[in-house]
């Protein structure tokens, strides 16, 4: 059975940084291509960023350049290290699995965590 | 904004048929596949369809999708009242490099 569990959300001020940790039990991060999906209150889905099977990482035109996604295979882990927070920010950061591949097959998100709340207020 | 256009509502009696839109462009749904999500608060979204109309396994045969030039759609067949929540679509777009989701349909059974 796969499991995504999220941590490290918390309240933060505009302009400071935050890393969110998900760990992975019945997959092997290395092998997939793994993601973050945020859902801001009372808004839709919007992906945040993506690393695939060979390291390669894409994000939202919003948060490149302060956000990076980054995997740690010996704990099989993924995190997001989040810096320049905005209050627009503020989100359910949820960790999934994609099980597609580029070349258009990308999207398929077959496994979620509960998601981590990051709030950024002052 | 979301580049994927979807009603932002749609309801229906229990056994009606009801469909889902979503509208995108050449360098998103028109050359890619399309995922649909159904997510109620307090949970997670859940996958409904993969690759324009597959069902994963445990989602009933009501639900099929379809794609057709740079639209999708999602049909429910005999709605019921456990259908209710937000359904969104998804696809990559070449452009973007990057995956998007359409506004959300939120789904009322009357």
């Known amino acids: 059975e796969v499991q995504l569990v999220e941590t490290g959300g918390a309240l933060i001020q505009p302009g400071g940084s935050l890393r969110l940790s998900c760990v992975a039990s019945?997959?092997?991060?290395?092998?997939?291509?793994m993601a973050w999906v945020r859902q801001a209150p009372g808004r839709g889905l919007e992906w945040v960023a993506l690393?695939?099977?060979?390291?390669?990482?894409y994000y939202r035109d919003s948060v490149k350049g302060r956000f990076s996604i980054s995997r740690d295979t010996s704990e099989n882990m993924v995190y997001l290290q989040m810096h320049r927070l905005r209050a627009e920010d503020t989100a359910l950061y949820h960790c999934?699995?994609?099980?597609?591949?580029?070349?258009?097959?990308?999207?398929?998100?077959?496994?979620w965590g509960q998601g981590t709340p990051v709030t950024v207020s002052s | 904004q979301s580049v994927l256009t979807q009603p932002p509502s749609v309801s229906g009696t229990p056994g009606e048929w009801v469909t889902i839109s979503c509208s995108g462009s050449?360098?998103?749904?028109?050359?890619?596949?399309v995922y649909w999500y159904r997510h109620i608060p307090g949970t997670a979204p859940k996958l409904l369809l993969y690759?324009?109309?597959q069902r994963p396994s445990g989602v009933p045969d009501r639900f099929s999708g379809s794609k057709s030039g740079t639209s999708a759609s999602l049909a429910i067949s005999g709605l019921e009242s456990d259908d209710e929540g937000d359904y969104y679509c998804?696809?990559?777009?070449?452009?973007?490099?990057?995956?998007?989701f359409g506004g959300g349909t939120k789904v009322t059974v009357l």
């Open positions: 999934v699995r994609d099980l597609g591949r580029l070349g258009g097959w990308l999207g398929h998100f077959d496994h």
């Open positions: 019945g997959v092997t991060v290395s092998l997939n291509y």
């Open positions: 690393i695939s099977n060979d390291g390669s990482t």
């Open positions: 050449s360098s998103s749904i028109r050359g890619n596949y």
């Open positions: 690759r324009n109309g």
């Open positions: 998804a696809t990559w777009d070449d452009n973007l490099s990057g995956v998007i």
